[in-house]
């Protein structure tokens, strides 16, 4: 075996990783990049965030042009969607992205070694190359290990995936063609954003939730509204309900469900999108003193496991599973590496994202978590019907909904469900960093008109007296 000596060796190419090994580059550390796949990203660039985003956003640009009416434009011609080429302009941006991942590591000096990544004792990496036989494992000596394999869609027995009628999220992306019917499983984030795409595609689209409303971990008014929403546009939605088997039919799938909408239906095709597992088995753990509890990692609050030396980020460990998590633990770990003086990442601020239409984001407490911690809540909500930048745009339903302490007056959450809700996060977000309150939320300027003042009109709505509604 041949031999390198690395100051930080990092295993997978995510957005946890791949941002570690940049941070690392920046601050001088010779750094290595292990990567099992032959392209840089991980899921969220290739199986995850950015094509099914950019389907979404296909499916809204759809959407607009069979209203162009509404807004006084005549459309010459049928309107029709060459899936062929939605496609391809998905794959398109994915192999933009993965390249520039390439280039910005090999700017800071990154070497990339593809293949199995698996840790042998606390101080080194051996990596095999997949698919190559005969080609003798790399050995690559470290005086850390950064663990960033992330998470595979996780499978359920009454369903086993095939890939071709019953699919995984990954599966979902590469469809041929557009089904005429699909039945969802799961309607947490994953769900409700293919429930959004083939819907607005035109699937008749059924989504199956266990639990009693979507979006389980949002605000209980924010799921309410979400399924109004969805259930207007004529989407299926069963919640209180569980799968109890699917089978293969001549026809797609026989799908029986049990609960509070059980029946059975047959559908084209049948998307699981019950969560993800982490990938932790066949990586070397069992070589260093690592703690795993039903496969995550167990690291403290700088992202170390009880190997010194040995941290673990991302989806492999019981944190938010969020790129932009990933993100910042990466750099966190990076950085303390470096000597550094770092803070742990504040996951009570974690943004929560969900491209569905209408979009939905929130930071920081629910009113009902609120209250269970013992606080003084006060609400303020404000609709999106009573702004006129959503007029303008013609997406009016959904509405900002702020939670905040009474005493003190300190912003405790903020929640979004409506047009762009996940770029109006971003305010909120400033302000729960900075522990601000609804009042300097109000003497904050903002411009008119844009969708943020309905950020504004909810502070004022909090001491009980929103202007325009």
Known sequence: MTAATFDVVVIGSGPGGYVAAIRAGQLGLKTALVERDPFLGGTCLHRGCIPTKALLENAARYQDLLHAGDFGLRVGGEIAVDWDRVQERKRGIVQQLAGGVKGLLRKQRV????GWGRIDGPRKVVVDAEGASGQVPRTLDTRHIVIATGSVPRAVGAAPFDG???LSSDHVLELGSIPASMAIVGAGAVGVEFASIY???GTTVTLVEALPRLLPIEDEEVSGELGKAFAKRGIDVRTGTMLARAERSPGGVRVALEGEKGGEIEVERLLVAIGRAPVSDGIGLETVNVRVDRGYVQVDEWCETSERGVYAIGDVIP????????SMEGVMVVERIAGRDVRPVPYGETPNCTYCDPEVASVGLTEARAREA???????KFPFVASGRAKIAGHTSGFVKIVAEGGYDEVLGVHVVGYKATELIAEAGAVLRLEGTVEELIQTIHAHPTLAEAVHEAAHAVHGHAIHF
């Open 111 to 114: 070497e990339v070694v593809t």
């Open 164 to 166: 071709e009628r019953i």
């Open 199 to 201: 819907d607005h595609f």
């Open 319 to 326: 944190t938010p599973w969020l790129a932009h998590v990933a």
């Open 374 to 380: 013992g606080h003084d809540v006060r609400v303020g």
